[in-house]
């Protein structure tokens, strides 16, 4: 008599977890919006956001205060920065007076 092999397993579970957009600020007193995921920061501060979402990112400096760049996950000196969401990233909006 023989024996048929076992079958496998199932394969994990289907979720995808979105990679997390995570913001902060250094210098300065500003914020950063973004135009999806809901990041206020100053208040709401990362967020998930599925792989493959255009992200738009506006830094405001307070009053008495400037923007100077981004850092991390964006560069360059334009207040808004736009690229798309791949995987867990970090920005930093770098502000000055």
């Not at 995808?16 to 809901?38: H, Q």
């Not at 979402?53 to 400096?61: G, I, K, M, R």
């Amino acid at each position: 008599m023989g024996y048929e092999g076992g079958g496998g397993g199932a394969g994990g579970g289907g979720t995808t977890t979105n990679p997390t957009l995570s913001v902060k600020t250094s210098g300065g007193k500003g914020s950063i919006a973004s135009n999806t995921g809901g990041i206020d920061c100053g208040n709401t501060c990362s967020a998930r956001i599925a792989a493959g979402t255009a992200v738009a990112l506006t830094a405001t400096p307070e009053p008495g205060f400037f923007f100077v760049n981004w850092s991390g996950g964006c560069t360059g000196t334009a207040r808004t920065c736009t690229f798309s969401m791949t995987s867990s990233t970090t920005v930093q909006a770098n502000f000055n007076k």
